[in-house]
């Protein structure tokens, strides 16, 4: 697989690690204007580092874009007439359309659209896929590239603006709950290193538990309750401050900003 991260910023870079992680290129352009702060991948002998967006299009088949919204149009004006049929084009750019993507490259070309999160540099990112009309042939070769790093849902285009925020935003909403448990955690008396190691295991093994048994939340909330004990007490406390509604009035905030960034 010749792969390319055109915009190899806080994203591309983790896809680079992700990717690296899991032996998934033969090799791996990695592109930005300023290749100072990236040059150290060259060590690893198959990637490539540059800011010649036309060298990486030209030496790679799949092209991962993720660079800021308003650098993309230009990126592809720049890039589109080296586009053949061995290019997939995958997009992990907020907000710009398919359609878009269409009108500057064409409707003939292998177009995805996936919203990964950071956590792909350690091969645990839930990553969303859609794709245009031609690039349905290609959606099976997305997910087999995002589930060497993670985990992967085809859903439709209409429904990535809620994917960016439950996935891509939902890494930062759960660091803070893990920061904040975190902070309780010092609070009963354990040093700051000892605390987080206890919040992010318990976080860890809660999702597993779901993900391996596939049973429901409330169902596993059930089996910790011990009657008249701290667990219900605690829960209904942090129900009485707005838990669940804060998170959910979180969630609903940040999709209405994001569908105000795509009117804008
Ligand atoms: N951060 C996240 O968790 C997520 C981000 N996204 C989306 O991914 C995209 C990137 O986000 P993020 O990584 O945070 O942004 P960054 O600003 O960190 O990265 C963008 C990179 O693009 C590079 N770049 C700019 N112009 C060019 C160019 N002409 N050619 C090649 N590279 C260029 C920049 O480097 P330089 O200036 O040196 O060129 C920069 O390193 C955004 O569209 C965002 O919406 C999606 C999901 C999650
Ligand atoms: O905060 C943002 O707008 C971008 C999109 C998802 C993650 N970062």
Known sequence: MKIAIIGAGNLGLAIAKGILHSNGATTMYLTKRNIKSIQEFEKYGNVTVTSDNQEAVKN??????AVQPGHFASILQETKDLLTEKHVVISTITGFKI???????GSDKYIIRSMPNTAISVGKSMTCICSNELGKKRVDLAKAIFNRMGHTMEI???????????CASGIAFWMRLIRATTQGAIQLGFDAKEAQELAMHTCNG???????????????????????????????????????????????????KISEIRKG
């Open 60 to 65: 790679s088949d799949i092209l991962i874009f």
């Open 206 to 256: 809660a999702a597993s538990l779901l993900i391996e048994s596939g049973s429901h939340p409330e169902e596993e909330i059930d089996r910790v309750t011990t009657p008249k004990g701290c667990t219900i007490e605690g829960l209904n406390e942090m129900e009485h401050q707005g838990l669940s509604s804060s998170l959910i009035r979180g969630i609903v905030s940040s999709f209405e």
């Open 99 to 105: 359609p878009r993507i269409e009108e500057i490259i």
């Open 156 to 166: 439709p285009e209409d429904q990535m603006q809620a994917a960016t925020v439950i």
